[in-house]
């Protein structure tokens, strides 16, 4: 098994920033893709950012040029930039991860963006 664990959330005031982590922990597997959804209260969960093992990413129309996505392959670990975040940007952000053995979601940690 793989346990995904998301941290950096909080409640922010509109136009701030916060960075989210994701790390992946567990033996023998690696990593393949990672990605940031969210879920807003009443909506679907959305992919937000991608990104592949070779850091390759892509980031949903509504976070470009606002969010940044990366990874560090030696500590397993994924992170969200986002700047610029709006209130619209509320929701519970989840962590998914791919690896060789399965794929695996985090428990969420929650974004609050409010004056």
């Known amino acids: 098994q793989v346990q995904v664990v998301e941290s950096g959330g909080g409640l922010v005031q509109p136009g701030g920033s916060l960075r989210l982590s994701c790390a992946a922990s567990?033996?023998?597997?690696?990593?393949?893709?990672m990605a940031w959804y969210r879920q807003a209260p009443g909506k679907q969960r959305e992919v937000v950012a991608i990104?592949?093992?070779?850091?390759?990413?892509e980031s949903l129309d509504s976070g470009k040029g606002r969010f940044s996505v990366s990874r560090d392959n030696a500590k397993n670990t994924m992170y969200l930039q986002m700047n610029g975040l709006k209130p619209e940007d509320t929701a519970v952000y989840y962590c998914?991860?791919?690896?060789?053995?399965?794929?695996?979601w985090g428990q969420g940690t929650q974004v609050t963006v409010s004056a």
């Open positions: 998914r991860i791919w690896a060789s053995i399965g794929d695996f």
């Open positions: 990104i592949n093992s070779d850091g390759r990413s």
């Open positions: 567990g033996r023998s597997f690696s990593l393949n893709t």
